[in-house]
């Protein structure tokens, strides 16, 4: 029986947590960097903990790489699992980035798949013996999903969701599950039981972003081949920004969301804007590969609501239009840019990325650049759109299961979550008008009017902020309201020349746009040289390989190939 009092379950849970831990894969707490080193994300590589051959394994390969490796038995499952399960055990002593550690049982999976491949010569599947990890809102049976709750904490699933069947058929090995915000409706990922997940490029003065926070970090310090997260506001590519990695927001209902801890009412999520599963990894092939085998699970058998069948994502969804035919007959690919989500101005060196990297696209002759208008577009109607879906369930119990336990609210949700009166149904058939108005709108206005293939915008209108910084999730809860695919691509860092304009002679256009140039302070600028500057890729609704494949072209060009070609 869980206890009462949220400190007594904190406790308990941290005591559980180390119990998870093997001490020899651990660094000596004497040995820790201490609290004000900055960037540790080579300290895995320097403690001595693994061994060169450990460090060649998790430093060395993509996902497809590392299977192939398994495959060919240059590395069995078990060194593979063993090497990412030390790393994630550093990384959380970091940067508070886990909150289950699978260890033991993953080390066991590990052994399982290297017997299969010995017997049988062959692997279960094309992740065999990869260590996958995943958000902590998934459920896996005999497992805690308690998102930063306590009182969801000693609450084990019963069931797996149907994404951790779907990777298990497909031969992962799921060794830990990540740290995320309180209820997971923050966009810093930090909670009373497991505290805050910290920015391991720079644990100071950069936010690790939320609610997917923890798999960002997890994947950037290489504990993990890649990560499982959600996305209903950024949640993905917000954190995979800030962290310098990659993620992918499919729409709706291409992978299940069964099998998810809220902490809301079962079916909550379907008042307001339905989260989306979706992939973080260090690189665009492995997005790729992760979305392969969520068609090779066939997840529309076991949940109705699954928006797919075979072959919609090894088959161009596209036939009419893919991006290869686009280049190869010789025809521009049409980008559209979008400088903002016409609410918040972006700070200059958003402004200046965007433009650099539009300047870079023009040098090709296979792309044609199409400005676009946040605002005779109708795109800028869409954040205040999507925070009134945010607000239609009414929170209430929410609230009241965080507060069961005598558990304060995070800072960052003690201003903005409060209960409301939940939608009644005259007001939610209006607000699902008005999203049918808007996307229909949108979908002329921006893709059919300026005849574009794809769509780059930036994932915010700042740089990497501080801790709790954070601010207009317009950027990117519009595409979760359109449920339009998007990725985040890297595109450069912030640099000293980025810091000298300024902000004045600019309409301040309301509240977030007011906060935002607080965002440009004196006293913040320093910090952003730097941190990561990123866009979104989107694409038209169903068009997931599309907006896939025009992250990877998106990526050559900015590396600098002598033809990015796709």
């Known amino acids: 029986m869980c206890p009462a009092n949220w400190q007594t379950i904190r406790d308990r849970k941290l005591e559980e947590q180390r119990s998870q831990l093997r001490q020899n894969w651990l660094i000596p707490e004497s040995q ?233 009412l079962p079916a909550a999520g379907k008042v307001g804007l339905e989260s989306c599963v979706g992939p973080i990894a260090r690189t665009i092939e492995d997005l790729g590969l992760f979305m392969e085998v969520v068609e090779h699970g066939r997840m529309w058998e076991v949940d109705p609501e699954v928006k797919a069948e075979e072959g919609w994502w090894t088959r161009s969804p596209d036939p009419a239009l893919p991006l290869r035919t686009k280049v190869q007959e010789e025809k521009p690919l049409k980008i559209g840019i979008l400088p903002s989500d016409g609410v918040t101005t972006p700070l200059p060196p958003v402004t200046s990325s965007l433009h650099r990297l539009t300047g870079l696209l023009q040098t090709h002759k296979d792309i044609q650049t199409i400005p676009l208008n946040p605002h005779t577009t109708a795109f800028s109607q869409c954040q205040s759109l999507s925070n009134k879906f945010f607000s239609a369930e009414g929170g209430a119990h929410l609230l009241s299961l965080i507060h069961s336990t005598s558990e304060p609210l995070i800072p960052w949700l003690s201003t903005r979550l409060r209960p409301k009166t939940p939608a009644t149904l005259t007001h939610f058939r209006a607000l699902l008008a008005q999203k049918s108005a808007l996307s229909t709108q949108l979908l002329r206005s921006i893709w059919i009017d300026h005849d574009i293939d794809l769509l780059i915008c930036p994932v915010a209108p700042h740089p990497v902020p501080p801790p709790d910084a954070w601010n207009a999730v317009g950027y990117t809860s519009a595409f979760v309201l359109l449920d339009w695919p998007a990725g985040v691509v890297q595109v450069g860092r912030v640099g000293r020349e980025d810091l000298r304009a300024e902000m004045e002679g600019k309409e301040v256009k309301g509240g977030c746009d007011r906060i935002n140039r607080g965002l440009w302070d004196e006293r913040f600028r320093e910090g952003y040289v730097g941190s990561w500057m990123a866009v979104q890729v989107a694409a038209p609704l169903g068009r997931e390989r599309r907006c896939w494949e025009g992250m990877k072209f998106l990526e050559r060009v900015v590396a600098g190939g002598e033809r990015a070609r796709l």
């Open 32 to 264: 820790l960097p201490s609290d004000n080193v900055s960037d540790v994300t080579d300290i895995p590589r320097t403690c001595g903990i693994l061994s060169s051959r450990e460090l060649k394994i998790t430093d060395s390969y993509d996902a497809r790489g590392l299977a192939e490796a398994i495959r060919e038995k240059i590395y069995t499952a078990v060194e593979v699992t063993t090497a990412f399960c030390k790393r994630a055990a550093i990384a959380n002593q970091l940067t508070s980035c886990l909150t289950e550690c699978l260890f033991d049982s993953a080390v066991a999976r590990a052994a399982f798949l290297d017997a299969h491949l010995d017997r049988t010569g062959q692997t279960l599947g094309p992740l065999h013996g990869l260590p996958i990890s995943v958000k902590d809102t998934f459920d896996i049976v005999g497992i805690d999903s308690s998102v930063g709750i306590s009182a969801l904490a000693f609450h084990p699933a019963q069931d797996n969701a149907p994404i951790i069947d779907t990777l298990l058929s497909a031969g992962a090995v799921i060794h830990c599950k990540t740290n995320v915000p309180q209820s997971m409706l923050a966009l810093d990922s930090v909670n009373n039981i497991f505290g805050r997940v910290l920015n391991p490029r720079n644990r100071l003065q950069w936010t690790a972003g939320g609610s997917s926070g923890g798999e960002a970090v997890l994947v950037t310090m290489k504990g993990s081949v890649m990560g499982v997260g959600t996305d209903v506001g950024g949640s993905i590519r917000i954190p995979a920004f800030v962290n310098g990695v990659v993620g992918f927001k499919p729409g709706k209902g291409r992978i299940s969301d069964k099998g998810l801890t809220t902490g809301q």
